[in-house]
DNA sequence: TCTGGGGTCCTAGGACCC
DNA sequence: TCTGGGGTCCTAGGACCC
């Protein structure tokens, strides 16, 4: 069988619904990231910032001096997710068999629908399917306004690159046969598992390309090796795997999700434990909130500390289930003296629930004392108003435009619920 | 020019049980 | 008194992806 696995990949999906709500972004050097002058990274990038140099996950500040000129965006994640939503309808109607990878990413499976496209002019059953794929592309473009590429390939690595060399707005299909050769010249890095830390180790065994990695019997049996190789000869795959649906998170109905975290770098790096301890009661506040949305209990819960040397260190404990603020934070703090071991200043603290069992009938039940849990008093507001409708004592929004307090800092001192701020999100429709 | 935030998967050692 | 493996869970870290 020829390819049938196709990666449809939304090209700079974040750049492109801006340019959708503001159409004089059009053709203007345009970042999503952070803020400049702030902490952080380059979320996406258009085309026309590209040629200086600007790459998504480089420094802020990098950016800015490859591209003073550029209009910088913060990201907008509860604006994009419908927008992908509506890109996964489209495909739907094109095969049943779609998978969510990402936010702008996609797999679908067109095994067993030649026969359906088929049209008189098809050289083919690869011509039939090519000539679909096309078509999905330009509904995508017509209905949701979005430019997509694809990748044609007979399993999801080559799809997934050879949508990347489809990009911007393309399609490129590798033939059944042609994938070693596709391969061949292109630099390890190129392939989907491939990072930095695997390239720097082939490049010490003077491996450069994919083809130097086939050749190298001494690498066979390495794990990277056997995923190129697997790759190269074509395997097909059994089917696409699990959905990956983490991406449509205000839709959470019967998803699974492995874990749910939160974290946040501090603007300056902090010393003061009552400061770390504030961010991390909002942090644990806002991923309980997360887990009851989707209506699961977390068994474990992990604190995460980077310091301002960049070292991590996670502790974590299993226990009850829980979604409750106060049990999850009570064992955050317990598990901080063990994760800020170093007396340096933090950067980074972070909360996160894994290990889920489904709700247990006490969550749908009346609170018995009435103090149990505020936080599942406040979910009818926040299920209405958005998150940030009602806080816990008063910390810091992540939006960086227009505001005056600095993001993902404890802005006041940790309360016990009894400051409840309300307003309305004035970003709120 | 310092390095975000949301995830997944893999590895590896130790505990514990059979 | 010495000595097995296999399975599963927990914990911690690392690599990678978008």
Not at 28 to 43: D, H, I, N
Not at 390 to 419: I, K, M, N
Request: glycine share 10%.
């Amino acid at each position: 069988m020829g390819p049938r696995i196709v990666c449809l990949d939304l090209d700079c999906f974040f750049v492109s619904v801006e340019r959708l709500l503001d159409p004089s972004l059009e053709g203007k050097q345009v970042v999503v990231g952070a803020a400049p002058g702030k902490r952080g990274v380059v979320t996406a990038v258009s085309y026309e910032a590209r040629p200086l140099g600007v790459r998504s996950g480089m420094a802020i500040s990098e950016a800015v001096r490859l591209a003073p000129d550029a209009v910088y965006l913060p990201p907008r994640h509860g604006v994009y997710s419908p927008y992908a939503k509506r890109v996964r309808t489209v495909l739907e109607r094109f095969t049943p068999d779609v998978q969510t990878a990402s936010i702008d990413e996609f797999f679908l499976d067109f095994r067993g629908t030649e026969r359906l496209w088929h049209r008189p002019g098809d050289v083919d059953a690869d011509a039939t399917v090519l000539r679909v794929v096309w078509a999905m592309r330009e509904a995508i473009q017509a209905e949701v306004g979005l430019p997509a590429s694809a990748g044609l390939g007979t399993n999801r690595k080559i799809a997934k690159m050879a949508s990347n060399v489809a990009k911007p707005a393309g399609v490129f299909m590798v033939g059944a046969g042609e994938e070693a050769a596709f391969l061949a010249p292109r630099p390890v890095r190129s392939f989907p598992g491939i990072g930095p830390a695997t390239e720097a180790r082939l490049q010490e065994a003077g491996v450069r390309t994919l083809g130097e990695l086939l050749s190298r019997s001494d690498l066979r049996g390495r794990r990277v090796a056997e995923s190129v190789r697997r790759a190269s000869s074509g395997a097909r795959e059994e089917g696409l795997g699990r959905d990956r649906p983490a991406f449509f998170e205000h839709d959470p109905k019967g998803e699974t999700v492995g874990s749910i975290s939160n974290e946040r770098t501090f603007h300056a790096d902090v010393g003061d434990r009552a400061r770390v301890e504030a961010q991390l009661r909002a942090l644990a506040e806002r991923v309980c909130w997360r887990a009851r949305k989707r209506g699961v209990r977390a068994r474990t819960i992990t604190v995460k500390v980077r310091t301002s040397d960049f070292h991590t260190v996670q502790r974590s404990r299993s226990g009850e289930a829980t979604a409750g603020e106060r049990e999850v934070f009570r064992v955050v703090l317990e598990l901080l003296p063990r994760a800020w071991v170093h007396r340096r200043p933090v950067r980074l603290v972070g909360v996160q629930l894994s290990n889920f069992e489904g709700p247990g009938p006490q969550l749908a039940l009346p609170l018995p004392s009435g103090r149990a849990s505020i936080g599942t008093a406040l979910d009818a507001v926040r299920a209405r108003f958005g998150y940030d409708a009602v806080r816990l004592g008063a910390v810091g929004r992540s939006r960086w435009q227009g505001e005056g307090s600095t993001p993902g800092e404890a802005a006041g001192p940790p309360s016990d619920g009894a400051g409840v701020s309300a307003r309305r999100d004035r970003r709120s429709r």
